[in-house]
């Protein structure tokens, strides 16, 4: 399999996690319940937190609006581990020592945690230990890599300093963590959701929560116009789908990064490795039916704002190539993260002045470990009002400097993103090919336009129904992205990602741009 023949993307892409697995069947939520306890989101997050606050005797409701464990869960590397980037230097120095230490506890109690549940349960994820290392190829990175293995060590993480690691090229500097792991994200989570159900608790999918009050209790209503009742709400949607207090919308952003699976010549030395510096590189293992898959990451942009989203599967296919005879790519995926100022999550009480709702979302690139983590935090509020780890993880955390800059220079982005997409002229050629997507005007109004491979077009209202942005297209997914906040939409309209919780306005069967402009789309 040559090179050319490795980019010729004749298939969507697909997750190796969700293609090992088979899809779930829980109901839609067709009459008004009430619970102990609402989670919305079925990913990580949600069933966790469900699995444990069920166990502690809660009556518990998940609600998912599409499918549980196939979002951001069903896309991730899968990486267990409390190594997160150069970030515990960073945390001791803009916060404090203290922070650091929580956070350090909090991921690598995270990693005991998953292990205990897998034993206890006798779940046949492929877990497996691994060590995790971070290198470099740059001489300005080695005193970070140094300091990064000085402030580790003394938090109880095993830390190690190293000059050459077990890839096929020579390095600057890496820093390798030990008892760490690995393992498929679904296998270990579509279990936990069978045994929340044994437990008494209940799981709806294809049930969007479209709003939420609050009079004593709080009620959630589903786009089907049926209701929850809850004592407590868990907000776990990834991108909080409630905007009115927090203002999570200008505090997190949306970033997306790729993956290939390959199949090598060269049997995987082991271990799982990040590079320190941009363009960020990840590679892990995973054993298959059809053998060993080797998962190369990396080539994040913010969400919406990639002119050509193929280039960034093409430049990881360049780099396995250059470090590993790839003799086949089975699998190609894309995910979406929520990034905060500082690079730590936001998880407790959505707001200091909201005792009953609480919110875990902003995991970066980091998810699995600060998942578990979240959902020990938030199972020891709600049973005991308090966790050692809520401060450094708290919503309402004081904001450094420089995450007030990180702050600052995203929402210029998005207010230039908001005011661009409305004035930037559309080409004069509207010809679209099959396969191929771009906005259009229609009859003075921009919408998008994509052409499937019968040659039927697809029409959509070009304007997010989240804050209104202008969508851009992407190539790779097929998709409508929003680069302010991080919604998608299929070429038909249905949401792929929120916050926003409407579809777009669409039409279907159109056969010219002529009778879009006729019709008055």
Known sequence: MNIDEQKNFNKPPQSYWMASTSRTEYPVLDKDIKVDIAIIGGGIVGISSAYMLSKEGLNVAIVEADRIVQGTTGHTTAKITSQHGLIYNKIKTQLSEEFAKQYAEANESAIRMIEKIVIENNIQCDYMPQSAYIYTLRDGYVDRISDEVKTASPLGIKATYLEEIPLPFKVKAA?????QAQFHPRKFLLPLAE????NGSQIFEQSRIVDIEENGNYILTTNQGKKITAEKVIIASHYPCYNKPGMYFARIWA???????IKAK??????MYITAEEPGRSLRSQISDNGELIFVGGEHHKTGQSEDTNKHYEALIDFANDTFTVEDIPYRWSTQDCMTPDDIPFVGHFTSKTPNMFVATGFGKWGMTNSIASAMILKDLIIDGKSPWQDVYSPSRQITATSVKSIVV??????KELIGGKITPLPDNVDIKSGEGKLIEADGQKVGAYRDEQGTLHIVNSTCTHMGCELTWNSAEKSWDCPCHGSRFTYEGDIIEGPTVKPLNSRKDVNTIE???????
Do not use: C, Q, W
């Open 515 to 521: 009778k879009v402009v006729k019709d008055k789309f």
């Open 266 to 271: 060269e049997k995987y030395p082991g271990g």
């Open 195 to 198: 045994k929340i159900t044994m």
């Open 175 to 179: 820093v390798r963590f030990d008892d």
């Open 255 to 261: 970033d997306r990064s790729y993956i290939v699976a």
């Open 410 to 415: 995203e929402n210029l982005n998005v207010a």
